[in-house]
C-alpha cells in the first residue's frame, strides 16, 4: 500500500466504508427491479398493443392496473380530462399506474438486497460486487430498452438504435476494461457522464414507452440509474483501496428485516386478489339475484337484461335490437343453477376489478350485478376486448356468456337470418 492509500484510508474509517458499500447495494438492488419491471411491463404493453385486447399479456396487465386501481382509490383521487377516455384499461388516471410501479420496484429491491446480504460473507463478495454493479449500472437498463421495443416496427426507434447500439457496445467495452485493469477515476466519470446523456435523449426522443397515464417508468425513477452509476464508480476506488480492511459489519440488520416484512406486506396488498367468495356454497340461496345487462354497439347489437333469482326464476326484459320486446319468464333446474354459479366462481366475481379491464369505442358490453348473503358486487366488461385468453377478464364474459346460453336467450334475442330492427 502505497503512501497515498495510506493518507486516503486514514481520512476513511471503517464505518464510513461500510456505509458507502451499503448504499452500493441498496442502489444495485433498485436498479435492478427497475429493469426487471421494465421489461415485464412494457414488454407486456407492447405485445398487448397488437392484439386488439385479447393477448395473454393483458394477464399481467389487469394485475399492473388493479394495483393502480387500489393506490387511487387509497388515496382517493379520480381521473381528470382525456385520462377518463383512454384506450387501456381505465385503471383511475395516472397517479396510481406510476405509485404502482415506483412501489413495486421498491418493494422488489428490498428482496434483491436480502439476496446481496446473504452472499455478502464470501470473500470475494466486493470484487464480485464491483463487476456486476458495473453491468447493471452501465448497461442493464439500456439493453432491456433495445431487447423489448427493437420489435415494435417504429421508424424513430429503428433511426435511435442505429446510433444507440454501437454505443452501447462500446460502453461494454469500456466498462469491462475498466473492471479488468482500472485506468483514472475521472476519465470513467467523464464516459459515464456521455454514456448516460446519449441514452437520456433517445429515451426522451422517443418516447414510446409513455402510455395515456404516464411514463412507464416514471421519469424520476430513472434517476436510480445515473446516481446508482456515480456511487459505483465511487465504491470501485474505494473498495480497491480497501480490500485488506476487514469490515465488521453483520450481513442481516434489525431495519433490513423490517424492510423486508413491510415489502412482502406491500406486494401482497398491492398485486393479491383481495377476498372472495364462493357462491357455489353460498349458505342462503334465497338472497341471490344475478342481474345482467347487454349494451349496444356501433351496429346495433341486442339490448337486453337478465335477472335470474335464487329459485331459478328467470326474468327476461328486451329493449332493442331483439326479436321480442317486453318481458319474458322461465326458469332454470338446481343443476343449471349449480353452472351458472360455478362459471362466476371460476371467475373469482367478487374479487374482479373491472377498472383494470381492456375494452374497446363502440362495441357491446355486458354487465353483471351479484346481490348474495347481504353482498353486492357490480362487474361490466367489453365483450370483444377480453384480455388474455387464459385471464380473469375472459372467464367472466365466458360466464356471462354461459348464463345466456342457459337461459336460451337466443329465442328472445336472435331474428332469423337478419339484424332484428331497434
Not at 398493443?49 to 393502480?68: E, K, M
Request: hydrophobic content about 45%; some cysteine.
Amino acid at each position: 500500500m502505497n503512501a497515498a492509500q495510506r493518507q486516503y484510508l486514514q481520512r476513511h474509517s471503517p464505518s464510513t466504508l461500510a456505509q458507502l458499500r451499503s448504499l452500493n447495494e441498496v442502489l444495485l438492488s433498485l436498479n435492478l427491479a427497475l429493469v426487471a419491471l421494465y421489461c415485464y411491463v412494457v414488454r407486456s404493453f407492447v405485445e398487448a398493443a397488437y392484439s386488439n385486447g385479447t393477448s395473454d399479456a393483458y394477464t399481467f396487465l389487469y394485475y399492473f392496473f388493479r394495483a393502480a386501481v387500489r393506490l387511487n382509490r387509497l388515496l382517493n383521487y379520480q381521473p381528470s380530462g382525456y385520462e377518463k377516455y383512454a384506450p387501456w384499461p381505465n385503471a383511475g388516471g395516472r397517479l396510481g399506474v406510476e405509485l404502482a410501479f415506483a412501489l413495486t420496484t421498491i418493494f422488489l429491491g428490498v428482496s434483491f438486497l436480502t439476496v446481496l446480504r446473504l452472499v455478502r460473507t464470501s470473500p470475494k463478495y466486493n470484487n464480485a460486487l464491483r463487476s456486476f454493479g458495473g453491468l447493471v449500472f452501465v448497461l442493464a437498463f439500456p439493453s432491456t430498452y433495445v431487447l423489448v421495443l427493437s420489435q415494435s416496427g417504429n421508424r424513430t426507434l429503428a433511426s435511435a438504435f442505429s446510433m444507440a447500439i454501437p454505443e452501447l457496445l462500446c460502453a461494454a467495452v469500456v466498462s469491462l476494461v475498466y473492471l479488468l485493469r482500472p485506468f483514472a477515476e475521472w476519465g470513467m466519470g467523464i464516459l459515464l457522464l456521455l454514456h448516460y446523456g446519449l441514452w437520456a435523449s433517445i429515451y426522451q426522443g422517443t418516447g414510446e414507452t409513455d402510455t395515456l397515464y404516464g411514463p412507464i417508468p416514471p421519469r424520476l425513477l430513472l434517476l436510480l440509474i445515473p446516481i446508482g452509476g456515480v456511487v459505483w464508480l465511487y465504491y470501485c476506488r474505494v473498495s480497491r483501496s480497501d480490500s485488506k480492511i476487514e469490515l465488521s459489519e453483520k450481513p442481516w440488520s434489525k431495519q433490513l428485516l423490517i424492510a423486508l416484512a413491510v415489502s412482502m406486506a406491500g406486494l401482497v396488498a398491492l398485486w393479491l386478489p383481495g377476498p372472495s367468495y364462493s357462491l357455489v356454497q353460498t349458505k342462503h340461496r334465497d338472497s341471490l339475484t344475478i342481474e345482467t345487462w347487454h349494451s349496444t354497439c356501433q351496429i346495433g347489437c341486442p339490448v337486453y337484461k337478465i335477472t335470474i333469482h335464487g329459485n331459478g326464476a328467470v326474468e327476461y326484459l328486451g329493449e332493442h335490437f331483439v326479436k321480442v320486446r317486453g318481458e319474458q319468464a322461465s326458469s332454470l333446474s338446481a343443476e343449471q343453477m349449480q353452472t351458472v354459479l360455478a362459471g362466476f366462481d371460476r371467475a373469482d366475481f367478487f374479487s374482479l376489478e373491472d377498472q383494470a379491464f381492456a375494452w374497446g369505442y363502440h362495441t357491446a358490453r355486458v354487465s353483471v350485478r351479484i346481490t348474495v348473503d347481504g353482498k353486492t358486487k357490480d362487474v361490466s366488461s367489453d365483450t370483444y376486448r377480453v384480455g388474455g385468453k387464459s385471464g380473469l377478464q375472459a372467464k367472466f364474459v365466458e360466464a356471462a356468456a354461459d348464463l345466456d346460453k342457459i337461459v336460451g336467450t337466443d329465442r328472445w334475442v336472435k331474428c332469423d337470418g337478419a339484424r332484428c330492427q331497434p
